[in-house]
């Protein structure tokens, strides 16, 4: 009697804990697949693509490039140290550029077969908040492709009216229009302080500060400025090369038929207050005031 009454105890203590047990197999719910990362965002982009030198090459030899859209490339034709009609870009943010080739590959049998496909040339990264950007391309040496600099060119950042300043040499390099003068240190991208607003004829000088401190002028002389045109002028060193053919300059000019002059900076501009003209009175009517 005894053991039937622990036996009895055991069971019903036993129940609840298979009942919860139970009740937590039964809430629990499948985990769901795991999503996958999901497709990167497009980019809508005006891209200016243009060569930093165009490339050398050999007689009979062309190089046609395309860029990647939707899984087909496009056709581009590009010049050297020029913006002209944008490509209008939709796409990754990795922005592929292809050249055709001569491509030899087997058949099912084994055979070579040559044909002409697109093979990987160049390309660089666009950021989600890039709208107009200036691709600089610079072929590579002893290999059929080449490397890319990316500038940001949209009216906010270069507008019309401005000189910039990029410097690819070891040395700090200084811009002076009209006495007024500028620095860019190596590496970075300089401007001119000021918006040119209406067209003038100015002195134009860019030098070199070398590591002793004396200057080595590299141009100087008059220049046409006016507030439809933007010039990115870029300054590059030739380390291998003799002291006359170190330094190299191009110049990108990028000009517009119709501008409306820049408006001054607010903080330049004086407010103005209404001032109420004060009254007049006629001869006669002092007179008959008194």
Aim: proline share 8%; glycine share 6%.
């Amino acid at each position: 009697m005894i053991l039937r009454t622990i036996l009895a105890g055991l069971l019903l203590a036993a129940a609840p804990l298979s009942l919860s047990a139970l009740d937590s197999k039964e809430t629990k719910k499948p985990e769901g697949k795991k999503e996958k990362p999901g497709k990167a965002p497009e980019h809508t982009c005006a891209l200016n693509i243009t060569w930093w030198e165009e490339p050398v090459l050999k007689e009979g030899e062309t190089l046609e490039l395309g860029i990647l859209v939707d899984k087909e490339f496009q056709a581009i034709s590009i010049q050297a140290m020029t913006i002209g009609k944008p490509f209008d870009y939709t796409g990754g943010p990795d922005v592929v550029i292809a050249r055709k080739a001569k491509v030899t590959t087997k058949d099912k049998k084994g055979n070579p077969v040559t044909k002409d496909d697109w093979v990987p040339f160049a390309n660089f990264i666009i950021k989600e908040t890039d709208t107009d950007v200036l691709a600089l391309l610079m072929p590579a040496h002893n290999s059929p492709t080449a490397v890319v600099k990316t500038f940001d060119i949209g009216v906010a950042a270069f507008p019309y009216g401005s000189i910039h300043l990029l410097n690819y040499t070891k040395s700090k390099i200084g811009c002076s229009i009209d006495g007024a003068a500028f620095f860019s240190a190596p590496g970075q991208r300089g401007q001119f302080a000021k918006l040119i607003t209406s067209r003038r004829v100015v002195n134009f000088r860019l030098a070199a500060i070398e590591a002793d401190g004396s200057l080595r002028s590299l141009v100087s002389s008059p220049m046409i400025l006016d507030q439809r045109s933007r010039r990115l002028y870029f300054v590059a060193e030739n380390p291998g090369a003799s002291e006359d053919a170190r330094f190299r300059i191009n110049a990108l000019v990028d000009h517009i038929e119709d501008h409306t002059p820049p408006k001054p900076p607010e903080d330049e501009v004086k407010p103005t207050k209404n001032v109420e003209p004060k009254e007049t009175k006629k001869p006669a009517e002092k007179a008959a005031a008194k």
